[in-house]
């Protein structure tokens, strides 16, 4: 577990979007909803060479099906905090988490993230969880956490809006890197359930450990029993 603030987590994104590149010519970062991530993209756009920016790939974990431009959209809020750093990247795949056809919109959503890296492999995915445990739109023992297709739609979220599209646990778990925030006390007790062990009914802890590394805030860490990490 590491201490916690946007520009320790945006040095560690770019670190490995920056390997990527060199390794492979471009690199893809996922990225979640909610307000979590704002500060880290506002930080990791300040940051970014025009080299690296030329070359990401920005996809998303999820997104709520609502029209393009409303207010409980990810990625409207997610690439407002990123302009507010700096330029976006070259190639950003906003989720058409907006078509009534939800399952062609997945299939679609796959085909980009296969169109970008054949392998479908992503280098680093920024994750988010909430107090449940669930992270994208897979939902504690929800039937969803089983399949093995890159992208599936939700129609069922105990969270609104029900209909959403998510990345599967399967993609996830093919990912480079995943890095992943606690912040305050209530996510802290969260991580470390999480940490104890794998849990379906705990979907952030299905990660893989050993490409998974934990950043948390003086309230998560206090929460979850480690030493409070200074940043």
Same mark, same amino acid.
């Given at each position: ?31 979640? *909803?909610?307000?979590?991530? +704002?500060? #880290?993209?506002?930080? =990791?756009? &300040?940051?970014?060479? /025009?080299?690296?920016? !030329?070359? @990401? ?11 393009r431009g409303h207010a409980d959209r990810n990625d409207g809020q997610t690439l407002a905090a990123w302009q507010a750093g700096g330029a ?26 296969? *169109?970008?890296?054949?392998? +479908?492999? #992503?280098?680093?995915? =920024?994750? &988010?969880?909430?107090? /449940?445990?669930?992270? !994208?739109? @897979?939902?504690p023992h929800h039937p969803a956490l089983k399949e093995v297709v890159d992208v599936l739609a939700i129609y069922d979220s105990p969270k ?36 104890? *062990? ?34």
């Amino acid at each position: 577990m590491l201490p916690y603030s946007p520009q320790i987590v945006a040095e560690a994104i770019h670190a490995h979007l920056d390997a990527a590149t060199a390794a492979r010519g471009q690199a893809l970062l996922a990225i979640p *909803g909610a307000r979590m991530p +704002g500060p #880290i993209l506002t930080a =990791l756009a &300040g940051m970014m060479d /025009d080299f690296v920016r !030329a070359r @990401l790939h920005l996809l998303w974990l999820d997104e709520r099906a609502v029209p393009r431009g409303h207010a409980d959209r990810n990625d409207g809020q997610t690439l407002a905090a990123w302009q507010a750093g700096g330029a976006l990247p070259a190639h950003v795949h906003a989720m058409p988490a907006e078509e009534a056809d939800l399952e062609a919109a997945s299939a679609s959503y796959a085909a980009t993230l296969r *169109g970008v890296a054949a392998d +479908g492999v #992503i280098d680093c995915c =920024l994750v &988010g969880f909430g107090e /449940d445990g669930h992270m !994208a739109s @897979l939902f504690p023992h929800h039937p969803a956490l089983k399949e093995v297709v890159d992208v599936l739609a939700i129609y069922d979220s105990p969270k609104p809006p029900p209909r959403r599209l998510t990345v599967s646990l399967a993609c996830l778990h093919r990912a480079r890197a995943h890095i992943v925030v606690a912040q305050g006390a209530a996510k802290g007790l969260v991580l470390a359930k999480a940490r104890a *062990g794998a849990d379906p009914g705990l979907p952030v802890s299905l990660l893989p450990a050993a490409r998974t590394t934990w950043y948390a805030d003086d309230a998560a860490a206090a929460a979850a029993g480690a030493p409070t990490p200074r940043s």
